[in-house]
Protein backbone atom coordinates (compact mmCIF):
# COMPACT_ATOMS: atom_id res chain seq x y z
CA UNK A 1 0.00 0.00 0.00
CA UNK A 2 1.24 3.43 -0.89
CA UNK A 3 1.39 6.29 0.73
CA UNK A 4 0.32 9.41 -1.40
CA UNK A 5 1.34 13.22 -0.02
CA UNK A 6 -0.20 16.11 -0.08
CA UNK A 7 1.00 18.73 -2.06
CA UNK A 8 -0.20 22.55 -0.57
CA UNK A 9 -1.03 24.58 -3.24
CA UNK A 10 1.73 27.16 -3.97
CA UNK A 11 -0.51 30.39 -2.88
CA UNK A 12 -1.14 28.87 -0.25
CA UNK A 13 2.39 28.12 0.51
CA UNK A 14 3.63 31.51 -0.28
CA UNK A 15 1.53 33.12 2.64
CA UNK A 16 2.64 30.48 5.12
CA UNK A 17 6.03 31.45 3.96
CA UNK A 18 5.61 35.41 4.22
CA UNK A 19 4.00 35.36 7.59
CA UNK A 20 6.88 33.55 9.12
CA UNK A 21 9.56 35.82 7.44
CA UNK A 22 7.28 38.84 9.53
CA UNK A 23 7.39 37.31 12.55
CA UNK A 24 11.33 36.42 12.21
CA UNK A 25 11.89 40.27 11.50
CA UNK A 26 9.50 41.59 14.62
CA UNK A 27 11.56 39.07 17.27
CA UNK A 28 15.08 40.73 16.10
CA UNK A 29 16.14 37.57 14.41
CA UNK A 30 15.70 35.29 16.91
CA UNK A 31 13.36 32.31 16.89
CA UNK A 32 10.68 32.96 20.10
CA UNK A 33 11.10 30.47 22.81
CA UNK A 34 8.83 27.66 23.02
CA UNK A 35 6.67 27.35 26.38
CA UNK A 36 6.64 24.49 28.00
CA UNK A 37 3.87 22.93 30.32
CA UNK A 38 5.03 20.92 33.34
CA UNK A 39 2.80 18.28 33.86
CA UNK A 40 0.58 17.98 37.29
CA UNK A 41 2.40 16.05 39.55
CA UNK A 42 1.17 12.30 40.48
CA UNK A 43 -1.27 11.79 43.03
CA UNK A 44 -3.09 8.88 44.11
CA UNK A 45 -6.17 10.39 43.07
CA UNK A 46 -6.71 13.04 46.22
CA UNK A 47 -6.98 16.77 45.83
CA UNK A 48 -3.60 18.75 45.04
CA UNK A 49 -2.94 22.10 47.04
CA UNK A 50 -1.49 24.63 44.60
CA UNK A 51 1.82 25.52 45.51
CA UNK A 52 2.08 22.39 47.54
CA UNK A 53 4.77 20.51 45.69
CA UNK A 54 4.55 17.45 47.43
CA UNK A 55 0.62 17.38 46.66
CA UNK A 56 0.35 16.52 50.24
CA UNK A 57 -2.81 18.71 52.47
CA UNK A 58 -3.34 19.14 56.01
CA UNK A 59 -6.00 16.57 57.51
CA UNK A 60 -9.32 18.44 57.45
CA UNK A 61 -8.83 21.06 55.05
CA UNK A 62 -9.91 21.36 51.69
CA UNK A 63 -6.83 22.88 49.08
CA UNK A 64 -10.23 23.46 46.20
CA UNK A 65 -11.51 25.78 48.61
CA UNK A 66 -10.20 29.63 49.60
CA UNK A 67 -9.84 29.76 53.25
CA UNK A 68 -11.41 32.97 54.27
CA UNK A 69 -10.16 34.87 57.18
CA UNK A 70 -12.07 35.15 60.55
CA UNK A 71 -14.56 37.74 60.83
CA UNK A 72 -13.20 41.00 62.86
CA UNK A 73 -15.28 40.82 66.07
CA UNK A 74 -15.90 43.88 68.02
CA UNK A 75 -13.85 44.34 71.23
CA UNK A 76 -14.01 46.05 74.66
CA UNK A 77 -10.52 47.27 76.32
CA UNK A 78 -12.20 46.89 79.52
CA UNK A 79 -10.86 43.77 80.90
CA UNK A 80 -13.40 40.87 81.64
CA UNK A 81 -14.21 40.97 85.95
CA UNK A 82 -12.48 44.59 86.30
CA UNK A 83 -13.39 46.39 89.89
CA UNK A 84 -13.72 50.19 88.38
CA UNK A 85 -14.50 53.36 89.87
CA UNK A 86 -15.16 56.97 88.75
CA UNK A 87 -14.40 58.23 85.66
CA UNK A 88 -13.53 54.40 83.54
CA UNK A 89 -12.04 54.83 79.80
CA UNK A 90 -13.98 52.03 77.25
CA UNK A 91 -12.67 52.08 74.09
CA UNK A 92 -14.19 49.51 71.61
CA UNK A 93 -12.07 47.88 68.23
CA UNK A 94 -14.70 47.64 65.37
CA UNK A 95 -14.40 45.65 61.85
CA UNK A 96 -13.60 47.59 58.88
CA UNK A 97 -16.66 49.73 57.60
CA UNK A 98 -18.16 50.60 61.23
CA UNK A 99 -19.84 53.92 60.96
CA UNK A 100 -20.87 54.49 65.01
CA UNK A 101 -21.05 52.33 67.88
CA UNK A 102 -23.30 52.03 70.61
CA UNK A 103 -21.95 51.32 74.11
CA UNK A 104 -24.11 49.97 76.31
CA UNK A 105 -24.91 49.45 80.21
CA UNK A 106 -26.72 46.73 81.15
CA UNK A 107 -28.15 46.52 78.03
CA UNK A 108 -29.16 50.07 78.08
CA UNK A 109 -27.40 52.47 75.60
CA UNK A 110 -24.79 54.57 77.68
CA UNK A 111 -23.13 56.71 74.62
CA UNK A 112 -23.16 56.82 71.27
CA UNK A 113 -20.06 57.70 69.23
CA UNK A 114 -19.99 58.55 65.03
CA UNK A 115 -16.50 58.48 64.55
CA UNK A 116 -13.55 56.70 65.22
CA UNK A 117 -11.97 56.02 67.69
CA UNK A 118 -14.78 54.29 69.11
CA UNK A 119 -14.37 55.45 73.14
CA UNK A 120 -15.93 57.14 75.19
CA UNK A 121 -15.91 57.54 79.26
CA UNK A 122 -18.24 55.92 81.70
CA UNK A 123 -18.81 58.05 84.60
CA UNK A 124 -19.38 54.73 87.10
CA UNK A 125 -20.79 56.82 89.53
CA UNK A 126 -24.07 57.29 87.41
CA UNK A 127 -24.70 53.07 88.60
CA UNK A 128 -24.79 52.15 92.18
CA UNK A 129 -21.39 49.74 93.44
CA UNK A 130 -21.80 45.97 92.67
CA UNK A 131 -21.72 43.74 89.40
CA UNK A 132 -22.58 45.71 85.95
CA UNK A 133 -21.96 44.77 82.58
CA UNK A 134 -20.48 46.54 79.63
CA UNK A 135 -21.47 45.61 75.90
CA UNK A 136 -20.95 47.51 72.51
CA UNK A 137 -22.52 47.43 68.93
CA UNK A 138 -20.81 48.13 65.89
CA UNK A 139 -23.13 49.29 63.35
CA UNK A 140 -21.61 49.60 59.54
CA UNK A 141 -23.49 52.11 56.94
CA UNK A 142 -25.17 49.41 55.49
CA UNK A 143 -26.59 47.97 59.14
CA UNK A 144 -25.21 45.47 59.83
CA UNK A 145 -24.62 44.76 63.55
CA UNK A 146 -21.41 43.45 64.95
CA UNK A 147 -21.94 42.64 69.08
CA UNK A 148 -19.23 42.55 71.46
CA UNK A 149 -19.45 40.28 74.20
CA UNK A 150 -21.23 41.66 77.68
CA UNK A 151 -17.93 42.20 79.63
CA UNK A 152 -18.80 42.01 83.20
CA UNK A 153 -17.57 44.61 85.69
CA UNK A 154 -17.78 45.14 89.55
CA UNK A 155 -18.28 49.01 90.24
CA UNK A 156 -16.73 50.01 93.87
CA UNK A 157 -16.91 53.68 94.44
CA UNK A 158 -16.07 54.98 97.26
CA UNK A 159 -15.13 58.71 99.94
CA UNK A 160 -11.65 58.63 100.35
CA UNK A 161 -11.22 62.50 100.32
CA UNK A 162 -13.47 64.54 102.86
CA UNK A 163 -13.27 68.20 102.30
CA UNK A 164 -15.08 70.48 105.61
CA UNK A 165 -15.82 73.88 105.44
CA UNK A 166 -16.97 75.18 108.37
CA UNK A 167 -18.57 78.81 108.54
CA UNK A 168 -20.54 81.28 111.21
CA UNK A 169 -23.22 82.25 113.45
CA UNK A 170 -26.11 82.01 110.92
CA UNK A 171 -30.12 80.14 111.03
CA UNK A 172 -30.35 78.20 107.77
CA UNK A 173 -33.76 80.30 107.79
CA UNK A 174 -31.35 83.38 107.20
CA UNK A 175 -29.39 81.66 104.27
CA UNK A 176 -31.69 79.36 102.56
CA UNK A 177 -33.62 82.01 99.86
CA UNK A 178 -31.36 85.13 100.82
CA UNK A 179 -31.27 87.52 97.93
CA UNK A 180 -27.26 87.86 99.59
CA UNK A 181 -26.66 84.26 99.08
CA UNK A 182 -26.84 83.40 95.11
CA UNK A 183 -24.33 80.71 95.20
CA UNK A 184 -25.73 79.24 97.92
CA UNK A 185 -28.84 78.95 96.58
CA UNK A 186 -28.82 79.18 92.60
CA UNK A 187 -25.46 76.92 92.45
CA UNK A 188 -24.98 75.06 95.51
CA UNK A 189 -28.64 73.53 96.45
CA UNK A 190 -28.38 72.08 92.83
CA UNK A 191 -25.32 70.75 92.23
CA UNK A 192 -25.69 69.02 95.99
CA UNK A 193 -27.73 67.87 98.35
CA UNK A 194 -28.77 69.59 101.99
CA UNK A 195 -30.44 68.83 104.96
CA UNK A 196 -33.16 71.17 106.23
CA UNK A 197 -33.12 69.59 109.80
CA UNK A 198 -29.33 70.05 110.51
CA UNK A 199 -29.85 71.04 114.23
CA UNK A 200 -27.78 73.54 116.33
CA UNK A 201 -25.98 71.43 119.08
CA UNK A 202 -29.10 72.11 121.71
CA UNK A 203 -28.57 74.57 124.30
CA UNK A 204 -24.67 74.71 122.97
CA UNK A 205 -23.08 78.51 122.27
CA UNK A 206 -20.53 80.16 121.56
CA UNK A 207 -18.64 79.25 118.25
CA UNK A 208 -15.60 77.45 120.66
CA UNK A 209 -17.87 74.40 122.10
CA UNK A 210 -19.54 74.10 118.78
CA UNK A 211 -15.88 73.21 116.78
CA UNK A 212 -14.60 70.71 119.81
CA UNK A 213 -17.61 69.16 119.01
CA UNK A 214 -17.38 68.73 115.57
CA UNK A 215 -13.51 67.27 116.53
CA UNK A 216 -14.54 64.95 119.44
CA UNK A 217 -18.28 64.47 119.87
CA UNK A 218 -18.55 66.32 122.90
CA UNK A 219 -18.10 69.96 124.20
CA UNK A 220 -15.12 68.70 126.16
CA UNK A 221 -16.57 71.23 129.07
CA UNK A 222 -15.53 74.08 127.25
CA UNK A 223 -18.74 77.00 127.57
CA UNK A 224 -16.53 80.10 126.03
CA UNK A 225 -14.24 81.07 123.30
CA UNK A 226 -10.97 80.91 125.14
CA UNK A 227 -7.76 80.06 123.31
CA UNK A 228 -5.91 76.93 123.87
CA UNK A 229 -3.74 77.80 126.71
CA UNK A 230 -7.33 77.90 128.59
CA UNK A 231 -8.23 75.14 127.65
CA UNK A 232 -6.02 72.26 127.69
CA UNK A 233 -7.44 68.98 126.09
CA UNK A 234 -5.89 65.53 126.37
CA UNK A 235 -9.10 63.39 125.31
CA UNK A 236 -9.96 61.00 121.72
CA UNK A 237 -10.59 63.24 118.80
CA UNK A 238 -11.16 62.93 115.58
CA UNK A 239 -7.44 64.14 113.69
CA UNK A 240 -5.99 61.78 116.55
CA UNK A 241 -7.94 58.61 115.30
CA UNK A 242 -7.03 59.62 111.50
CA UNK A 243 -3.14 60.41 112.52
CA UNK A 244 -2.79 56.68 114.21
CA UNK A 245 -4.86 55.21 111.60
CA UNK A 246 -2.55 56.85 108.79
CA UNK A 247 -4.61 59.02 107.29
CA UNK A 248 -3.80 62.19 106.48
CA UNK A 249 -4.95 65.38 107.24
CA UNK A 250 -4.19 69.11 107.80
CA UNK A 251 -6.31 72.32 108.92
CA UNK A 252 -6.38 75.36 106.29
CA UNK A 253 -6.53 78.71 108.13
CA UNK A 254 -7.16 81.64 106.40
CA UNK A 255 -5.02 84.51 107.63
CA UNK A 256 -2.01 82.09 109.22
CA UNK A 257 2.00 82.74 108.48
CA UNK A 258 2.31 79.15 108.29
CA UNK A 259 5.90 79.19 110.09
CA UNK A 260 4.79 78.66 113.61
CA UNK A 261 1.78 76.91 115.51
CA UNK A 262 -0.86 79.12 115.51
CA UNK A 263 -1.98 79.40 119.24
CA UNK A 264 -2.93 82.96 119.53
CA UNK A 265 -5.34 85.19 116.98
CA UNK A 266 -3.46 87.10 113.91
CA UNK A 267 -4.89 89.03 111.17
CA UNK A 268 -8.33 87.74 111.08
CA UNK A 269 -7.55 83.94 112.35
CA UNK A 270 -8.60 83.00 115.61
CA UNK A 271 -7.69 79.69 117.23
CA UNK A 272 -11.20 79.15 118.65
CA UNK A 273 -12.07 78.45 114.53
CA UNK A 274 -9.72 75.70 114.66
CA UNK A 275 -10.59 72.65 117.02
CA UNK A 276 -8.17 70.18 116.43
CA UNK A 277 -5.07 72.92 117.76
CA UNK A 278 -6.95 72.88 121.66
CA UNK A 279 -5.84 69.10 121.62
CA UNK A 280 -2.49 68.62 123.00
CA UNK A 281 -1.28 65.81 120.71
CA UNK A 282 -1.65 68.55 117.79
CA UNK A 283 -0.30 71.51 119.89
CA UNK A 284 2.56 70.04 120.99
CA UNK A 285 1.93 70.95 124.55
CA UNK A 286 1.04 74.45 123.71
CA UNK A 287 4.66 74.87 121.95
CA UNK A 288 4.90 77.34 119.05
CA UNK A 289 7.46 75.72 117.28
CA UNK A 290 5.99 72.33 117.10
CA UNK A 291 6.52 70.77 114.09
CA UNK A 292 3.99 68.63 114.16
CA UNK A 293 1.81 71.07 114.71
CA UNK A 294 3.41 73.58 111.86
CA UNK A 295 3.33 70.39 109.55
CA UNK A 296 -0.66 69.93 109.93
CA UNK A 297 -2.03 73.62 110.69
CA UNK A 298 -1.25 75.54 107.55
CA UNK A 299 -2.47 78.50 105.15
CA UNK A 300 -5.49 78.73 103.40
CA UNK A 301 -2.77 79.90 100.63
CA UNK A 302 -1.80 76.16 99.94
CA UNK A 303 -4.42 74.70 99.24
CA UNK A 304 -5.29 75.15 95.99
CA UNK A 305 -1.23 74.07 95.24
CA UNK A 306 -2.02 70.86 97.28
CA UNK A 307 -4.92 70.36 94.84
CA UNK A 308 -3.28 71.03 91.78
CA UNK A 309 -0.28 68.82 92.62
CA UNK A 310 -2.86 66.15 94.27
CA UNK A 311 -1.28 66.61 97.36
CA UNK A 312 -4.21 67.30 99.29
CA UNK A 313 -4.78 64.93 102.17
CA UNK A 314 -7.21 62.55 102.87
CA UNK A 315 -9.06 64.82 105.38
CA UNK A 316 -9.14 68.89 105.03
CA UNK A 317 -10.63 71.06 107.70
CA UNK A 318 -11.10 74.65 106.23
CA UNK A 319 -11.46 77.54 108.06
CA UNK A 320 -11.97 80.99 106.34
CA UNK A 321 -10.92 84.25 107.95
CA UNK A 322 -13.69 86.16 110.22
CA UNK A 323 -14.98 88.20 107.49
CA UNK A 324 -15.47 85.44 104.94
CA UNK A 325 -17.03 83.02 107.18
CA UNK A 326 -20.01 85.10 107.66
CA UNK A 327 -18.86 86.05 110.96
CA UNK A 328 -18.36 89.99 111.07
CA UNK A 329 -19.01 92.41 108.93
CA UNK A 330 -16.67 95.43 110.18
CA UNK A 331 -13.33 96.03 107.88
CA UNK A 332 -14.61 93.49 105.55
CA UNK A 333 -15.70 93.24 102.07
CA UNK A 334 -18.89 95.09 102.81
CA UNK A 335 -21.37 95.71 105.60
CA UNK A 336 -23.64 92.05 104.31
CA UNK A 337 -22.01 89.12 106.39
CA UNK A 338 -23.41 86.69 104.61
CA UNK A 339 -22.70 88.24 100.73
CA UNK A 340 -19.12 88.15 101.95
CA UNK A 341 -19.72 84.33 103.22
CA UNK A 342 -21.36 83.35 99.71
CA UNK A 343 -18.80 85.28 96.88
CA UNK A 344 -15.55 83.44 99.20
CA UNK A 345 -17.70 80.16 98.72
CA UNK A 346 -18.02 81.19 94.86
CA UNK A 347 -14.06 81.14 94.48
CA UNK A 348 -13.14 78.44 97.33
CA UNK A 349 -15.51 75.61 95.93
CA UNK A 350 -14.65 75.60 92.56
CA UNK A 351 -10.72 74.72 93.13
CA UNK A 352 -12.33 71.42 95.42
CA UNK A 353 -14.42 70.27 92.68
CA UNK A 354 -12.58 70.68 90.41
CA UNK A 355 -9.58 68.39 91.62
CA UNK A 356 -8.86 64.79 91.12
CA UNK A 357 -8.95 64.37 94.94
CA UNK A 358 -12.50 65.54 94.85
CA UNK A 359 -13.61 63.95 91.14
CA UNK A 360 -12.24 60.38 92.37
CA UNK A 361 -14.00 60.03 95.31
CA UNK A 362 -14.57 63.74 96.99
CA UNK A 363 -17.13 64.70 99.22
CA UNK A 364 -17.63 68.03 100.84
CA UNK A 365 -19.29 69.32 103.76
CA UNK A 366 -20.40 72.74 104.13
CA UNK A 367 -22.50 74.14 107.71
CA UNK A 368 -22.43 76.06 110.18
CA UNK A 369 -20.69 76.06 113.69
CA UNK A 370 -23.87 76.90 115.77
CA UNK A 371 -27.19 79.72 115.33
CA UNK A 372 -27.60 83.13 116.21
CA UNK A 373 -29.54 81.72 119.40
CA UNK A 374 -31.73 78.98 119.99
CA UNK A 375 -31.96 75.39 118.59
CA UNK A 376 -33.25 75.90 115.51
CA UNK A 377 -31.48 74.32 112.20
CA UNK A 378 -27.86 75.68 110.92
CA UNK A 379 -27.61 74.24 107.31
CA UNK A 380 -25.60 71.75 106.18
CA UNK A 381 -24.84 71.02 102.22
CA UNK A 382 -23.01 68.14 100.77
CA UNK A 383 -21.23 67.74 97.59
CA UNK A 384 -20.15 64.66 96.19
CA UNK A 385 -19.61 62.91 92.64
CA UNK A 386 -21.69 60.15 94.73
CA UNK A 387 -24.04 62.94 96.37
CA UNK A 388 -28.23 62.97 94.95
CA UNK A 389 -28.35 65.98 93.33
CA UNK A 390 -30.93 68.93 94.29
CA UNK A 391 -31.96 66.41 97.09
CA UNK A 392 -33.09 67.46 100.92
CA UNK A 393 -34.43 65.79 103.53
CA UNK A 394 -36.15 66.60 106.92
CA UNK A 395 -33.81 64.24 108.94
CA UNK A 396 -33.09 65.38 112.04
CA UNK A 397 -29.05 65.88 112.34
CA UNK A 398 -25.90 67.54 114.61
CA UNK A 399 -22.36 67.95 114.38
CA UNK A 400 -22.75 64.58 115.97
CA UNK A 401 -23.91 63.14 112.37
CA UNK A 402 -20.97 65.16 110.34
CA UNK A 403 -18.45 63.15 112.70
CA UNK A 404 -19.98 59.94 112.79
CA UNK A 405 -20.27 60.26 109.23
CA UNK A 406 -16.38 61.31 108.90
CA UNK A 407 -15.33 57.96 111.25
CA UNK A 408 -17.25 55.77 109.23
CA UNK A 409 -15.58 57.48 105.97
CA UNK A 410 -12.33 56.77 107.27
CA UNK A 411 -13.01 53.43 108.88
CA UNK A 412 -11.59 54.88 112.51
CA UNK A 413 -12.93 54.26 115.91
CA UNK A 414 -14.04 54.44 118.59
CA UNK A 415 -17.45 56.81 117.68
CA UNK A 416 -16.50 59.68 119.99
CA UNK A 417 -19.20 61.21 122.12
CA UNK A 418 -22.78 61.92 120.70
CA UNK A 419 -21.38 60.30 117.35
CA UNK A 420 -22.17 56.57 119.07
CA UNK A 421 -25.62 57.47 118.61
CA UNK A 422 -25.92 59.90 115.62
CA UNK A 423 -27.66 59.41 112.46
CA UNK A 424 -25.10 59.55 109.74
CA UNK A 425 -25.93 61.41 106.70
CA UNK A 426 -26.09 58.66 104.42
CA UNK A 427 -29.38 59.20 102.74
CA UNK A 428 -27.87 62.29 101.28
CA UNK A 429 -25.93 60.23 98.70
CA UNK A 430 -26.27 57.76 96.44
CA UNK A 431 -23.16 55.69 97.35
CA UNK A 432 -22.24 55.78 100.92
CA UNK A 433 -19.32 55.55 102.28
Given at each position: MHLRSISQPAAVRSVAVLFAAVAVACSGGQTPPQKTTTPPPQTDGGPVSVGDPGGQVPPGEDAGTPIDPPPVKTTLSVASGAVVAAAVPVAATVPDGTSKVEFRLDGAVLATVTAPPFS?????????????????????????????????????????????????????????????????????????????????????????????????????????????????????????????????????????????????????YFPKHNPALYFTDVNGGLDYNSTGCISHVRPYTELANDLETGKAPQYSFITPNICNDMHDNSGCQSSDAI??????????????????????????????????????????????????????????????????????????SPMLGGAAAATDLADLFKVFP
Open positions: TTWDSYSAGNGAHTIAADAIAANGTVTPSDPVPVTVSNHINHVFIIVMENHDWSQIKGSSSAPYINQTLLAQGAHAEKYMNVPGLHPSLPNYIWLESGGNQNVWDDGGPSSHVLNVQHLTGLLEKAGVSWKAYQEDIPGTNCPLDPVNKKNGDTWLSQAVPQILGSSAYRNGGALFITWDESEGGDVPIGLIALSPMIKPGYSNTVSYTHSSTLRSIEEIFGV
